[in-house]
Structures are given as structure tokens and as C-alpha cells.
């Protein structure tokens, strides 16, 4: 039965270099997590305003707006490896200043700003690095397995980043909670350093520098199909996923739990997460993914407004569980596609158009949210963008493009598709 398992949910491992950069991922992405909710209820508690937790959440994913573009034509120009483990020194070096300050007691709400606009800058950096250098280390018959892995990591985190800090916010500080993050980004520098693949795209040389920068727009753009994958991806980040910076008000107001209640929070959605990427890990149909990818996206909508219709600690637990799993499934499926679409020449720009796309909504959303939660209220916020989600997934299903990502094969016999 072990052996079942491994050959069909965990196939990627086998390979080295990818199983040690998946372990990478695991440090960073815990680490990323951990910082979200150790900054947002640091900037809560010395404000108490979800707006400056917005606007710290708000500068830790902005960077995607401008950096994962410039990034993914480095990681097709330059070394994808030695790239990525120039990114993990400076995110340790980062992460070991904002622990410094709030051990000392120098820091404040603009500190807490900028040191989060430098982290997102270089987690924006690392991963869409990340993305490029994934189907470079298997085969790619086992591209789809290890996309899905990586994604786990990427989603699972966020079970282990918060739970490991939560202990540390509710008995000793948030400093010691920022120390652990170094830590972590430490551990991560190791193994990339162990990485001994060497990979890059292709820059056509006989075209200028700004027609190979521009090179993934105008993929992007071009291919109707990816196109529709990168537009869904992005509605569903921002109408689903940008609730981090609503988190603290919840925790404090509606559940009285406080800083453990939001790591807690973020934790069940994580738990969902692994479990779902896991699961997706092993679907090999291209139809039942098509129709999982469907259900991820009716659902995704469903947890928020489970969550802001909660009473009590236990039902905002199972939502949150919702949450991760339903999100991290239909963001799982998302980007195996695209993966699965684009040639290597270009990937890295086109990781970097995916992240501007889907990292910046997120920026936008979460600020935007965080400053309605003051008007009105968090769960009210939280539950408008499921209900517009779900209704808008709907909709979506009467697209001819869209058709074929939820239906591949009863589309692709369709005179229309």
C-alpha cells in the first residue's frame, strides 16, 4: 500500500534535486506564512487597525506587481539555481533585521511597511524562480506530479508556518516568532545550495531587451487558453484568498482568541490545503481533473462564507479547513495547467505574468478588504467576495474557452471549441 502511495501521489521525490528543493520550499513557504501572521498581528497590535494589517500585508505581495516580470527574465537569462539561492541569503538577512528591531523595541508601523515590501520582493523573487526551475529537475512524464507537489508546498505551509509560531506569540513574543522565520529561510539556503542542476531559458538575442521582456505578456495574451486560466486564477485570489489582513479583527472581535486564534486560523487552512494538493498530486485524468478544477471553484467560495457565518472557535476552524482545501485545489489544477502548457524557452517569463496577475490581485484585495473591515465589518467582507465567486464560476461554465478547461474531452470533440 506504501509503495501505491508513493508511486502515484509522491512520484517527484524520487529525483534529488527536486525532492531537496521541495524541502526548500517547505522552509520557505512555513517561513512566509509564519511572517504574515506574526507581522499582521504585530502591525494589529500596535495600531489596532485592520488597515495597517492590511497595509503590511498589503507591501509583502505588492511586489509581485513589478518584480515577478523582471525576475522571471532573469531566471530565463541566468542560472535558475544560483539565482534562487542569492534570493534565500537576502530573505534570511531581511528576516533577521525585523527580529533584531522587535527585540530591541525600535519597531513601528512604517518599519513593519518596509521590511515586508523587502520580503515580498524577494519571496516574489524565489518563487517565481521556483516555478522555472521545477520541471527542469524530473522527467516529464512526472511534470504534473511534481507541479502538484510543489504546490503543497506552497499550500501546506501554511499549516506549519503558524503552528509553529503559535506557541511562541502566546508564551514568549513575536520575536521570537521572527527569529524561527530566520531560521527557517537558513535551513532553505542550505539545501538550494545542494541543488546541483544548471537550467535557463532562451533569449532570442537577435530581438531587443524589451521585446524578450515583454515575451510572456504577449504569450499570455496570445494563447486564448492560458489567458482564460490566468483570469480565473486571478478573480479567484482576489475574491477568496486576500482574507489575511481581516484575520486579526475576526480572531479579536468575533472569536476573542487573539494573536493563537489567528495562527490557528490559518493553520486549519492549511491542513486543507496539504491534504487537497496532496490529492491532486495523484489525479493523472486530464477529464476528472477538468471536473475537479469545476468543483475547487464552486466551492472556494462556499468556506469564506462559512467562516463569517461562524459562531464559535470549532465551526471557523472547519471553515478555514474548507477554505484550504477548496483553494489550494482549484490554485493546485491552475497552475499544473499552465505548467503543463508552456514551453521552457519562456517559462519563466510566463511565471512572472502568472504571478503579476495572481500576487498583485492579492496585494489589492487584502487592502481593500482590510479597509472595508473598518466600515463595516470583516465576515461581512469576507462572505460578498465568496457568494461573487461562486456566482462567477458559474457563469463561466457558459465560456467556450473555459469549457475546455472543465470539460478537455467533451470540448475537444465540439465543433465550437
Known sequence: MLATVRERFLTALQYRDYRTLWMANVCAGAAAWALIVARGWLAFEITESSFWVGLVTFMAMAPRFFVTPVVGFLSDRFDRQALLSSTYALELANNAALAFLTMAGLT???ILVLLSLVNGTLRASHTTTTQALVPNLIPRQHLLNAVALNEATQQGSRLMGPLAIAPLLGFVNVAAAFWLCSAL???GLVLTLRIAT???GDIDRSRSFGRNFVAGFVYVYQHPLVLAIVLLALGHCSLTMSYESMLPAISQEKLE????GVSLMIAGVGAGALTSAIFVAGVRNEAIRGWLFLAFGVSSGLGPIGMALSSSRELSMLAAVAMGVNQAGFMTI????IQSIVPDAIRGRV???????VGGSMAVANLTNASLADVFNAPIVMAVGGIIFTVAIVLSVSQVTVRRIYFPRAAASSPAA
Not at 257 to 260: C, I, L, P, T
Not at 334 to 337: F, K, L, V
Open 185 to 187: 529561510y537558513g535551513v
Open 198 to 200: 544548471r537550467s535557463r
Open 334 to 337: 491552475t497552475h499544473a495547467i
Open 257 to 260: 482568541a487573539g494573536s493563537v
Open 351 to 357: 511565471s512572472g505574468v502568472y504571478g503579476v496577475h
Open 108 to 110: 513601528t508601523p512604517w
